[in-house]
């Protein structure tokens, strides 16, 4: 059972363009959620992360927007920039549970010129 | 610091043989994790540990076993590996603390293993 599930699977998007992934989650004691990305040939690294008590979060280009009563959150990636082309997981995590994290399946994201 | 290291980078396997992959973290971190990634699947996790001498199992620990006698390293072991293990393999490893900034976990470069 796939307690998150993310859309989409891959993304297309032009340069200055603004590049959304969505996630949803089935577990209400998730208390803490993360989004990771990840280039070719390197391990995932954290981009930004929010917490349940705030409805958005906002670093740089990077925003997490979070509906908890929907369980749904998503990444918004403003101005993308090719380098921004990665595969983005998002992941949930109950803090009371020695930090295992809970992914999602990915996105890959393109942005072309 | 190196961060999260993991040896090796690559091997290829035959159905039924044995390896070990080790991973080693220089940030004093409690918890160390092993993960597989698998297309289509994200990072599903196979054993973990949250100090010293302990382990726990995962979302898919059939087939693997984990060992982790220093607090810097953590080893997957395949005792008899099939082609169904064919994966890229990731460690990572947390502080064990609360607060926000102790829920990051830092990732290794990944080992990439084909069993043939």
């Known amino acids: 059972q796939q307690q998150v599930k993310q859309s989409p699977q891959s993304l297309i998007v032009q340069k200055g363009g603004i590049s959304i992934i969505n996630c949803a989650y089935e577990n209400t004691a998730f208390d803490y959620f993360p989004w990771y990305q990840q280039f070719p040939g390197k391990g995932p690294a954290l981009l930004i992360a929010?917490?349940?008590?705030?409805s958005e979060k906002k670093e740089g280009r990077f925003t997490i927007s979070f509906n908890k009563s929907a369980k749904q959150f998503s990444l918004h990636i403003m101005d993308s920039q090719p380098g921004d082309s990665a595969t983005y997981f998002c992941?949930?995590?109950?803090?009371?549970?020695?930090?295992?994290?809970?992914f999602g399946t990915g996105t890959r994201l393109q942005v072309t010129l | 610091n190196a961060g999260v290291t993991q040896t090796p980078k690559f091997r290829v396997l035959k159905t039924g043989q044995s390896m070990t992959l080790l991973c080693a973290q220089d940030?004093?971190?409690?918890?160390m994790y092993w993960y597989r990634q698998d297309p289509g699947m994200g990072l599903r996790l196979i054993h973990y540990?949250?100090?010293?001498?302990?382990?726990a199992k995962g979302e898919v620990p059939d087939g693997y076993n984990v060992s982790r006698l220093k607090k810097q390293n953590f080893l997957l072991g395949l005792e008899s590996a099939a082609p169904s293990q064919t994966s890229v393999y990731f460690c990572?490893?947390?502080?064990?603390?609360?607060?926000?900034?102790?829920?990051?976990?830092?990732f290794g470069p990944g080992t990439r293993l084909t069993v043939t």
């Open positions: 992941a949930a995590l109950n803090t009371g549970t020695a930090s295992k994290l809970t």
């Open positions: 990572a490893s947390s502080y064990s603390g609360t607060g926000k900034e102790s829920y990051e976990q830092y």
């Open positions: 940030m004093n971190h409690e918890y």
């Open positions: 929010i917490r349940p008590d705030v």
């Open positions: 540990s949250v100090g010293e001498g302990t382990t």
